[in-house]
């Protein structure tokens, strides 16, 4: 199952290091909780501060449990380390479903 995650953040600072440093260290993390990422990308238009991210989940499972589970994880904990929380201002997720 695959999932969009739409992150905006307050400044282009913290957009910045959301996405060079504590993203960055997700790509190790979710793997062990069988989550994948898929791709990662800033939104470049505009005043836009936007993390845009493709994630997999294993089959079967429920994206919105698995993630309160990862969040609540000490891998997930040491990830964010450093960063302020309240920068994150909205999250949008779309559960995609493939056509074939």
């Known amino acids: ?21 504590h993203w960055k260290r997700h790509l190790s993390t979710f793997p062990r909780f069988g989550v994948s990422t898929e791709g990662v990308w800033t939104e470049c238009s505009g005043e836009a501060r936007r993390l845009v991210a493709l994630v997999r989940y294993p089959a079967g499972a429920d994206p919105e449990q698995l993630t309160h589970h990862i969040m609540a ?28």
């Open 1 to 21: 199952m695959l999932q969009l995650r739409i992150y905006t953040l307050r400044s282009a600072e913290a957009l910045q290091q959301y996405a060079t440093v």
């Open 73 to 100: 994880s000490a891998e997930f904990a040491a990830d964010m380390a450093g960063f302020d929380t309240a920068q994150i201002i909205d999250v949008q997720t779309i559960l995609l479903d493939p056509l074939h």
